[in-house]
């Protein structure tokens, strides 16, 4: 059992940096890879990227990628996401979620993921 609590979510301007936490309890937390996702009001919820569990691998989403950074600290427990230059298409309720660290696990699916956190609010102003 993994319990996920996201935090760091507000309101950011156009160009504007925020940094995701997803803090993880559980005593597997280093075995898991863990997921970011994003669902904007109106739309289904959409992936934004992966960190497998030595922190070694890491994936982003095309409409993310080098703007996007996702690090982990396994001592925490902690998933960070580090947002910049953010864009108004950025808004959206974000998730982490954890899934087994196995090739038999597509990264890219939510399906994959067996634990989820509640989500926190980023809303990006124009």
């Known amino acids: 059992q993994v319990n996920l609590v996201e935090s760091g979510g507000g309101l950011v301007q156009v160009g504007g940096s925020l940094m995701l936490s997803c803090a993880a309890s559980?005593?597997?937390?280093?075995?898991?890879?863990f997921g970011w996702f994003r669902q904007a009001p109106g739309k289904e919820r959409e992936y934004v990227g992966f960190?497998?569990?030595?922190?070694?691998?890491?994936d982003y989403a095309t409409s993310v990628k080098g703007r996007f950074a996702i690090s982990r600290d396994n001592s925490l427990k902690t998933i960070y996401l580090q947002m910049n230059t953010l864009k108004p298409e950025d808004t959206a309720v974000y998730y982490c979620?954890?899934?087994?660290?196995?090739?038999?696990?597509?990264?890219?699916?939510?399906?994959?993921?067996?634990?989820w956190g509640q989500g926190t609010q980023v809303t990006v102003s124009a």
């Open positions: 979620a954890a899934a087994p660290d196995s090739e038999w696990y597509d990264l890219i699916r939510e399906s994959s993921y067996y634990y």
């Open positions: 559980g005593r597997t937390f280093s075995g898991y890879a």
């Open positions: 960190i497998r569990r030595d922190g070694s691998v890491t």
